[in-house]
């Protein structure tokens, strides 16, 4: 077996210049039917999404949790938080999750592929975990986002554990979750970007 692939330390990551984000005028937030319709048609142009979720924490013992409350899917210049309080809403989101031939790129998504078959009813289809792919190129442990732009951008990805463990069941969501929401997405289509040489 080869030798496990460098990772830089924390404290070279603490000196890397912030990762770029998705501004909130290239995010939309779709809560209706009609807005998810939009916004799978914009999504439908593209062969590839970034992809991950939000789910309300739990904090009791034995408390199951609701979520997913959003799932976010991301193009290379725009960004799609869906929240799942209307059906209708659901049920689009529920078929753009089932369209085989997108790849959805993420990270640790066996966890939200599980809530969504729960919640939506769909299992999601050509679902890409980036973990797999960058243990599959060398590095021998769990990646996740932060890890995997410091490798492959030299650039720190910012995450906040105040936003990471906010309410997203709330109807009305902040500007900052939502900023956390589409950016998680959005960073990793161009982490599966990178890897795999295509834009």
């Not at 290239?26 to 593209?46: F, G, P």
């Not at 078959?117 to 975990?129: F, I, R, S």
Request: hydrophobic share 45%; with cysteine.
């Amino acid at each position: 077996m080869s030798p496990a692939l460098p990772l830089p330390s924390p404290e070279e990551v603490a000196l890397f210049e912030p990762f770029e984000r998705l501004a909130l005028d290239r995010i939309t937030v779709v809560a209706m039917e009609a807005q998810a319709r939009q916004a799978a048609a914009h999504l439908m142009t593209a062969r590839a999404w970034g992809f991950d979720t939000e789910s309300k924490p739990t904090f009791a013992v034995g408390e199951a949790s609701e979520g997913p409350h959003t799932v976010q899917l991301a193009l290379a210049d725009h960004a799609y938080v869906f929240q799942l309080h209307d059906q209708g809403c659901r049920e689009e989101v529920a078929a753009l999750l089932a369209q085989p031939d997108v790849v959805k790129a993420g990270f640790g998504l066996g966890d939200d592929t599980r809530r969504i078959a729960h919640k939506l009813g769909v299992e999601p289809q050509n679902v890409l975990d980036l973990d797999t792919v960058l243990r599959q190129r060398g590095y021998r442990r769990q990646m996740g986002i932060k890890a995997a732009v410091a490798v492959l951008f030299g650039r720190r990805f910012l995450k906040s554990k105040k936003q990471t463990t906010s309410n997203w069941a709330n109807r009305q969501l902040t500007d900052a979750q939502v900023l956390y929401a589409a950016n998680d997405a959005w960073a990793a289509l161009r982490v599966h970007h990178a890897l795999t040489g295509s834009s």
